[in-house]
């Protein structure tokens, strides 16, 4: 498994807004992408930081999700939000309980 994480700066006022953007239309668009296995988004109220975690079978699916420019498109319906720009990682699931 492989894991997509993308860190958020979020305007305080602006949290409800994103946070209702993302279960409503992003959550539902990301099932429907080859490989997906779940979506966990964090936030800490007081600072606006946010944290999208999504996972997906194999490296090689996330990376054609992003090569299928699908992840560009949902970083745009929240990006009036921002106050800074988001920071994408990558990683290898070793261990899940």
């Known amino acids: 498994m492989f894991a997509r994480q993308t860190t958020f700066h979020y305007k305080i006022a602006g949290l409800d807004n994103a946070i209702k953007i993302i279960k409503e239309s992003i959550v539902s668009e990301a099932k429907s992408q ?20 999504v996972l997906w079978d194999t490296e090689k699916d996330a990376i054609a999700n992003e090569k299928s420019h699908y992840y ?10 921002y106050r800074e720009p988001p920071i994408r990682e990558g990683y290898e699931v070793v261990i899940q309980e």
């Open 34 to 53: 080859k490989g997906y296995h779940g979506f966990y988004f964090m936030i800490d109220r007081k600072t606006g930081k946010a944290v999208a975690i």
């Open 72 to 81: 560009q498109e949902q970083l745009v319906k929240t990006m009036h939000l």
